[in-house]
């Protein structure tokens, strides 16, 4: 299983952005998708969320500026960002949990995207 994310760039303050990511390859089911971020020196950290049932969560620092949503029939999840700040510079990598299974036994793991850089400048 692969994920590829894109949309990242540099975006003046106030502006948006938005960050796709797809996954590809041997695919049963994907369960959560989601986003973290990692600004330099600093430790990764969860962005949001989205389920399999399309419930979704925010970190607090994001939240009502940032929606997540997903595309089950094309395996992707998107990550809307408005009104961004300087602090939301980071390298923004999405994951899917994914159950690869051949037969009948589960096999699920996490994936990660490689990152895809985010610059807000002030």
């Known amino acids: 299983v692969q994920l590829q994310a894109s949309g990242g760039g540099l975006v003046q303050a106030g502006g948006s952005l938005r960050l796709s990511c797809a996954a590809s390859g041997k695919i049963f089911n994907i369960f959560d998708m989601g986003w973290y971020r990692q600004a330099p020196g600093k430790q990764r950290e969860l962005v949001a969320f989205?389920?399999?049932?399309?419930?979704?969560n925010y970190a607090d620092s994001v939240k009502g500026r940032t929606t997540i949503s997903r595309d089950d029939a094309k395996n992707m999840v998107y990550l809307q960002m408005n009104s961004l700040k300087p602090d939301d510079t980071a390298v923004y990598y999405c994951?899917?949990?994914?159950?690869?299974?051949?037969?009948?036994?589960?096999?699920?793991?996490?994936?990660w995207g490689q990152g895809t850089q985010v610059t807000v400048s002030s």
């Open positions: 989205i389920t399999s049932g399309g419930n979704t």
């Open positions: 994951y899917a949990n994914v159950d690869s299974r051949s037969r009948y036994v589960p096999d699920l793991s996490r994936y």
